[in-house]
Nanobody
Framework: HVQLVESGGGSVQPGGSLTLSCAAS????????LGWFRQVAGKKREGVAA????????VYADSVKGRFIVSRDSAKNTVYLQMNSLKPEDTATYYC?????????????????????WGQGTQVTVS
């Protein structure tokens, strides 16, 4: 049974920071693409950042490059999204997603349709 559980959301002032966590279980962590997405009510879900659990390059949306950092802790089967210099337009529900591929480049890493498993989301409000 695959389970992704996000945590760490909350409210922060512009310019502040938050770190989101996604604990993954039942997913074969060693060969998994993990992505962070966000969605505002009434708008499409968009990819924010992605990595592969085996390491290698990371992918970021242009809107967050230089401000957000995606990382993983293999021992804890957890992926993180460190969000710095937050802006009001970063306000959204953030989702963790996962899928099984040998390489991040085997999929469209920030594409919603690339991912099979999804967490329940955590709200981030910047105001």
């Amino acid at each position: 049974h695959v389970q992704l559980v996000e945590s760490g959301g909350g409210s922060v002032q512009p310019g502040g920071s938050l770190t989101l966590s996604c604990a993954a279980s039942g997913i074969g962590y060693s060969r998994t693409c993990l992505g962070w997405f966000r969605q505002v009510a009434g708008k499409k879900r968009e990819g924010v950042a992605a990595l592969h659990t085996r390491g290698g390059g990371k992918v970021y949306a242009d809107s967050v490059k230089g401000r957000f950092i995606v990382s993983r802790d293999s021992a804890k089967n957890t992926v993180y999204l460190q969000m710095n210099s937050l802006k009001p337009e970063d306000t959204a529900t953030y989702y963790c997603a996962a899928t099984h591929y040998s390489l991040l480049t085997s999929i469209q890493p920030l594409g919603v349709r690339s991912y099979k498993y999804w967490g329940q989301g955590t709200q981030v409000t910047v105001s």
